[in-house]
C-alpha cells in the first residue's frame, strides 16, 4: 500500500461540494486479471470488517466499471469473489466466446496502442487518434458489439442503475471529448459498462448515434474525479504504470498529487507478489482471473486494518 480536472459532465461544482465530506473508492482497469483482484481485494476487506462497497462515490474505468456495477448490485463481496473461484478452467485459445473476428490479444492490443500513443502530441491528440483508429476497426468489422453487450449483461448482477452514486468513464470516438456517465445521464447501466470496457472487443462501442472507446484514455484511473471527498481509496492494478509520457499529466501520481493539495486524503493499493505475474499485456487473458482474485482476497485480510483507520478517519 503506497501513503503516498476534468469536470465530470453530469457533476456541477455544487455537487462536489456537497460531498466535500464523503468517502470515495476509485477503481481502475487491467482487463480480466484486474477486475478479479479488485473483487477479491474486496472481499478480503469485507471479510475483516472494512466495507468499501459502502462508499459514497465509486468511480469505475474500463474492468474496474465492471467492478463498480458489480458491488453496488446488491450481492456481497463474498459472493463475487466465489463466483470467482467457482468458474471453470478457461475457454482455449480460439475458441473464446466473448471475441470476435475483429479482437485483438494482449499483446496485439498494446502493440497497435502504443504505435498510436508515439504518434501523438497531447493527451486530447491520442484520444482522436485513438477513436479514429477503432472508428477504422469497427468499419472493417461490425460483429462485436451485439456480441459485447451480451458479454457484459451477463457480467452485472443488476442491469439498473444504483441509487449510490457511480461515475463510468468513456471517451467519445468521434470526438476525442471525455465522457462520464451516471443513473442520470440516459444511458442503460450495461451500455455504459460496455463503452468502458470497449477495448474487450476491438472496436467504439455505439450507444444511440454515438460510439465510445475505453475510459482509460481520458485519464489513466480517472481519480480526480473524486476532487472534493475527504477519503479518497484508490485500487490501481497496473501499480501506477503509465503507458504515456508524464508530461501529459495522466499518469496516477499526478492526479494523487492533486487530489491531495486539494485537501483530500488519498491512499492508494497495488497488487502484491501474491497475484502472481498478470498485470502485463496479458491482464486480459481469462486464466489470470484466479491466481488474482485469490491474491487480492489474501491481500485484502493483511491490509484490513490499515485500512480501517483511513477509511474510517474523520
Known amino acids: ?49 472494512v466495507d468499501l462497497t459502502a462508499a459514497d462515490l465509486i ?27 467457482a468458474e471453470g478452467p478457461p475457454p482455449m485459445a480460439g475458441d473464446r466466446s466473448d471475441r470476435g473476428r475483429g479482437h485483438l490479444s494482449g499483446p496485439n492490443y498494446m ?32 460483429s462485436g458489439q451485439n456480441r459485447w453487450h451480451d458479454i457484459v449483461a451477463a457480467r452485472l448482477p443488476s442491469h439498473d442503475w444504483p441509487q449510490q452514486r457511480v461515475l463510468i468513464t468513456a471517451v467519445d470516438a468521434q470526438t476525442g471529448v471525455p465522457v462520464v456517465f ?14 468502458s470496457t470497449s477495448n474487450g472487443f476491438g472496436g467504439p462501442y455505439k450507444i444511440g448515434e454515438n460510439r ?15 476532487a472534493g471527498y475527504r477519503q479518497v481509496l484508490v485500487l490501481e492494478p ?20 492533486e487530489l491531495r493539495a486539494a485537501g483530500s486524503r488519498v491512499e492508494t493499493v497495488f497488487p502484491d507478489a501474491g497475484s502472481g505475474d498478470v498485470f502485463n499485456a496479458n491482464a486480459l487473458d481469462p486464466s489470470t482471473r484466479l491466481p488474482a482474485a485469490r491474491g487480492g482476497h489474501a491481500q485484502g ?14
Open 1 to 49: 500500500m503506497n501513503l503516498s480536472l476534468q469536470r465530470n459532465a453530469h457533476t456541477t461544482p455544487a455537487e462536489v461540494q456537497e460531498h466535500r465530506s464523503g468517502t470515495a473508492l476509485v477503481l481502475a482497469g487491467a482487463g480480466a486479471a484486474g477486475n478479479a483482484w479488485q473483487l477479491g481485494l474486496i472481499a478480503g476487506l469485507s471479510e475483516a470488517g
Open 59 to 85: 468511480i469505475g474505468t474500463s474492468a474496474g466499471s465492471t467492478v463498480a456495477a458489480q458491488i453496488t448490485s446488491g450481492k456481497r463481496p463474498a459472493e463475487l469473489y466465489a463466483a470467482i473461484l
Open 111 to 142: 502493440e497497435w496502442s502504443n504505435a498510436i500513443i508515439a504518434a501523438a502530441e497531447d493527451a486530447s491528440d491520442l484520444r482522436r487518434r485513438m477513436g479514429v483508429a477503432a472508428l477504422e476497426r469497427e468499419a472493417s468489422d461490425r
Open 182 to 195: 451516471d443513473r442520470r445521464s440516459g444511458i442503460d447501466l450495461v451500455d455504459a459498462v460496455a463503452a
Open 212 to 226: 465510445y472507446i475505453n475510459g482509460a484514455y481520458r485519464r489513466s484511473s480517472n481519480a480526480d474525479l473524486a
Open 238 to 257: 497496473f501499480s501506477g504504470a503509465s503507458r504515456h509520457p508524464l508530461e501529459w499529466g495522466m499518469d496516477l501520481a499526478t492526479q494523487v498529487e
Open 301 to 314: 485480510l493483511s491490509l484490513a486494518g490499515q485500512l480501517a483507520v483511513f477509511w474510517r478517519r474523520r
